[in-house]
């Protein structure tokens, strides 16, 4: 449950910003909240969750799930713990950071 929580707090966010995007990628590492989300796209689902994920969802063009190996989720973990605690948020062209940067290599050796 607090995977999907997230990932309704990644669509609100992504939904403020969505202006002229092509689509929406929505990765994780757990199977349940990939398989609730896909439920939720086409159209199988109920709850008042899944109904406001349904709303922040339509007004992309595209909208893709993907489910990652959760060894090589570290980076994302890394991100998404940031923004929680220090209110960080990623810039497109933002440079990586050493730690980050080393995460990354660490998470490719499982891809």
């Given at each position: 449950m607090t995977e999907f929580m997230a990932a309704i707090a990644g669509l609100r966010r992504a939904t403020?910003?969505?202006e002229?995007?092509?689509g929406l990628i929505?990765?994780?590492d757990?199977?349940?909240t990939i398989n609730?989300?896909?439920r939720i796209l086409a159209g199988c689902s109920s709850g008042q969750h899944e109904s406001l994920t349904a709303?922040?969802?339509k007004d992309f063009p595209r909208v893709d799930l993907s489910l990652v190996d959760r060894m090589a989720n570290s980076a994302t973990?890394?991100?998404a713990k940031n923004a929680c605690y220090f209110g960080f948020d990623w810039v497109w062209g933002m440079p990586l950071t050493?730690?980050?940067s080393l995460i990354l290599t660490h998470d490719a050796n499982f891809l």
């Open positions: 403020q910003h969505y002229g995007t092509l929505i990765e994780g757990s199977m349940v609730r989300i896909s709303r922040l969802m973990d890394h991100l050493q730690a980050l």
